[in-house]
Antibody, heavy 119, light 110 residues
Framework: QVQLVESGGGVVQPGRSLRLSCVGSGFTFGTYGMHWVRQAPGKGLEWVAALSFDGARDNFARSVKGRFTISRDKSKNTLYLQMNSLSVEDTAVYYC????????????WGQGTTVTVSS | QSALTQPRSVSGSPGQSVTISCTGTDSDVGSYNYVSWYQHHAGKAPNLLISDVTKRPSGVPNRFSGSKSGNTASLTISGLQAEDEADYYCSSYAGIYTWVFGGGTKLTVL
């Protein structure tokens, strides 16, 4: 079945870096836009980053712009989120999500990976 | 990129209907018919309920419906059931390849 599985979360000190991965299966990974969405403890969902199906277009939330990058490896059916200069405000569960065909909604989500930024 | 405005909580009894509003601006909800709604049970992955303001993916009960007027979108849940108790989020495309979510609404089934 269609599935997304995130990994790479953990505990990291402020100012350090971390790379998250999201492996897709059950669908043609290279034909869908992909996103990262996060949820800080006790807070709501926050859109973080988007990458087009072909990797040609991306954008980021203002809160992470200039610190995070998003990329994909079609050969590995994998989406990445490189997070640099992490701060405590980046502590959250990070979800990857697949875009609905031809649309702007997120129809498949992973279970999330937890990032904790703490000294 | 300000979050869309949702009520923090709503409640209803089994069998009743509830409506959750989602207010944005001319730059997001008001400009695009790309509002979506998600149900989120704690500890689980969010679940898409409505796309493109009114479209219901296969498998989503027709008790869930969406609408939009101006800068405000709405999700209506009719025939409330106990399992509908969850957090609900709206989201909108906001132009230049950016998206925005609402702050979330906690639905309590009394």
């Amino acid at each position: 079945q269609v599935q997304l599985v995130e990994s790479g979360g953990g505990v990291v000190q402020p100012g350090r870096s971390l790379r998250l991965s999201c492996v897709g299966s059950g669908f043609t990974f290279g034909t869908y836009g992909m996103h990262w969405v996060r949820q800080a403890p006790g807070k709501g969902l926050e859109w973080v980053a988007a990458l087009s199906f072909d990797g040609a277009r991306d954008n980021f939330a203002r809160s992470v712009k200039g610190r995070f990058t998003i990329s994909r490896d079609k050969s590995k059916n994998t989406l990445y989120l490189q997070m640099n200069s992490l701060s405590v405000e980046d502590t959250a569960v990070y979800y990857c999500a697949k875009v609905l065909a031809g649309g702007y909604a997120f129809d498949v989500w992973g279970q999330g990976t937890t990032v904790t930024v703490s000294s | 990129q300000s979050a869309l405005t949702q009520p923090r909580s709503v409640s209803g009894s089994p069998g009743q209907s509830v409506t959750i509003s989602c207010t944005g601006t001319d730059s997001d909800v008001g400009s695009y018919n790309y509002v979506s709604w998600y149900q989120h049970h704690a500890g689980k992955a969010p679940n898409l309920l409505i796309s493109d303001v009114t479209k219901r993916p296969s498998g989503v009960p027709n008790r869930f419906s969406g609408s939009k007027s101006g800068n405000t979108a709405s999700l209506t849940i009719s025939g409330l059931q106990a399992e509908d108790e969850a957090d609900y989020y709206c989201s909108s495309y906001a132009g230049i390849y950016t998206w925005v979510f609402g702050g979330g609404t906690k639905l309590t089934v009394l």
